[in-house]
């Protein structure tokens, strides 16, 4: 008979002279995530495989004062824009907001100081048989240059079938555009790349993108084209193709439409790493699921253990609305009006094999 799960509660040394938390959620069978308050981040995820070997599958570093400056976004609540805005700048009312801008004159994930970087106030949190952290922080006006006072609470729950889910609720004062992810980097063997990794998509359309990344408007269909993951394939298998996309970004960095409707939590993404047999399994309330191969990494950053991560040593799953949506009318809304509450659910399922 399985154990409870459990939630542990440490205190993780500061960053910026700020106490930082730590929280330890345990299935009971073997599942481990620890998240701490500052960015929302996990920084562990331990699943075993088909033999009950126990491997942290996500990236990360091995102090938490190295992840202000030199983390890619591993395992943070991203916000309060997900992706890409180009150059930053939106209009509301027939006002111009200019956001910070970063990558190419852009603004990426919610800006220099996004929701990454956010220290938030955390408590532990049971939910019938599961346990978790609920994380809350208020964003104020002018923040990285969004309108009104934003205020968000992110619920992650883990419970008995090995599901970590995350709940997420927003409100303004003032209209914003809000497009929240998770950015965890992912790599099933724990080792290696993630190229082998088998990968599957309930999307039949993907959003293709210019040189700067930012979509160009069009929801292309994916058959016939190596964004087709309707059936699974290894994550490494087209990516040598000359497909325009792939080399504009690297390798896979696109948001794919999802078949499902938008609101009901739909499978988004199913991966299978071979040789650990370790399953993922991606459930989203989300229209979108950003694709991301880990082209950008590239063997800089050294992580725990003293692994340095490569190109392509992990992969993301971002559950979120369509990149730069306040310039493409056609796309999923993503303004955020006073009395409106955004709300999002994606799980992070690791069904035994």
């Not at 929280?23 to 073997?30: F, K, S």
Request: glycine share 12%.
């Amino acid at each position: 008979m399985k154990r409870r799960p459990t939630v542990q509660r440490q205190e993780d040394g500061s960053i910026d002279g700020r106490m930082v938390e730590r929280y330890l959620l345990e299935d009971g069978d073997g599942l481990a995530v620890t998240i701490a308050s500052w960015g929302g981040t996990v920084l562990s995820l331990k699943v075993p495989d088909r033999r009950g070997q126990i491997t942290d599958v996500v990236l990360g570093l091995a102090d938490l004062v190295d992840y202000p400056r030199r983390s890619p976004y591993f395992g943070s609540i991203v916000g309060r824009y997900a992706n890409r805005i180009a150059r930053g700048r939106f209009e509301l009312a027939g006002r111009t907001y200019q956001l910070r801008c970063q990558q190419d004159g852009q603004h990426l994930h919610g800006g220099w100081y996004g929701f990454d970087k956010a220290f938030f106030l955390a408590e532990p949190v049971q939910r019938g048989e599961a346990v978790g952290v609920l994380l809350r922080h208020h964003s104020p006006d002018g923040d990285e240059g969004y309108p009104g006072n934003l205020d968000l609470t992110v619920v992650y729950l883990l419970d008995r079938n090995r599901t970590l889910t995350l709940a997420y609720e927003a409100t303004v004062d003032r209209p914003c555009p809000v497009n929240l992810t998770h950015h965890s980097y992912f790599n099933l063997a724990g080792r290696g790349d993630i190229l082998g990794h088998e990968l599957l998509l309930a999307a039949e359309r993907f959003v293709p993108v210019d040189a700067n990344l930012i979509p160009t408007g069009d929801l292309t269909p994916v058959a016939g084209t190596p964004f087709d993951f309707r059936a699974p394939h290894p994550i490494g298998q087209r990516l040598g193709e000359p497909h325009e996309q792939l080399l504009r970004a690297g390798g896979y960095d696109h948001t794919f439409v999802l078949d499902h409707p938008a609101g009901s939590m739909g499978l988004a993404a199913r991966v299978l790493e071979p040789e650990s047999g370790r399953v993922l399994e991606v459930r989203t309330s989300e229209p979108g699921l950003q694709c991301y191969s880990g082209n950008f990494l590239d063997g800089s950053i050294v992580g725990r253990d003293g692994k340095t991560y490569g190109k392509y040593a992990g992969f993301c799953l971002e559950a979120q609305h369509f990149p730069d949506s306040p310039h493409h009318p056609a796309f999923p809304s993503t303004l955020l009006l006073p009395g409106q509450t955004y709300t999002q659910t994606t799980s992070y399922a690791f069904p035994s094999s």
